[in-house]
């Protein structure tokens, strides 16, 4: 059987979801949803869905790039990296505009 995890299956407490602070869109948020779920300690488990993978001419809206999205999403919630933190350049010495 074919193996998806950015199948949009996921299941949590309501309450969970309202206290967390949700910031992705599209792709990432799944992956975002799943590293606030270990930073918590939570239990995952697997579970089979069966699905049937789909061909671009089908729909598939997923592509490469999207790894790096994934994996800059996992890291960034991980460690708590603000939104804008890429936005402005960081030296050791201070704000670029001082």
């Not at 590293?35 to 089979?48: G, M, R, W």
Request: charged letters at 25%; proline letters at 7%.
């Amino acid at each position: 059987m074919p193996q998806d995890i950015l199948s949009g299956s996921r299941a949590f407490y309501r309450s969970d979801l309202l206290e967390w602070p949700i910031r992705s869109k599209g792709f990432g948020i799944e992956t975002e949803l799943t590293t606030l779920a270990l930073k918590q300690d939570f239990n995952i488990c697997e579970y089979p869905v069966r699905y049937t993978p789909r061909t671009k001419q089908d729909g598939k809206k997923i592509r490469f790039y999207h790894l790096f999205v994934c994996a800059l999403a996992a890291l960034r919630h991980y460690y708590d990296v603000p939104d804008n933190y890429w936005a402005i350049p960081h030296t050791p010495w201070g704000d670029w505009r001082d």
